[in-house]
């Protein structure tokens, strides 16, 4: 009998199943961990690429010629003031 759909728990197991069970699971979690840690190293080549990305911009931000519009701390007020 399955407890919780689990076979390692169904008393009609001997020890050489349990052990293959237990052997096979393993290696499919072996299997996922390997892809979930080749996602995270893609995911992090792409946000240092974006960060690289970043930096640039705020330096062409910075570089660009300043605009004929004051800083609002050099505004005059409006002649409602």
Same mark, same amino acid.
Do not use: C, W
């Given at each position: ?25 393993? +290696?499919?979690?072996?299997? +996922? ?18 960060? +690289? ?16 519009? +004051? ?11």
């Amino acid at each position: 009998m399955l407890h919780n759909g689990n076979r390692l728990t169904d008393p009609r197991m001997n020890q050489e199943q349990r052990l293959t069970e237990l052997e096979t699971r393993l +290696a499919f979690q072996d299997d +996922a961990l390997s892809q979930l840690n080749d996602v995270i190293i893609d995911q992090q080549r792409r946000l240092d690429r974006m960060f +690289a990305q970043i930096l640039q911009l705020q330096d062409r931000i910075k570089s660009l010629t300043p605009s004929n519009i +004051a800083p609002p701390s050099e505004e005059t007020p409006p002649p409602h003031y």
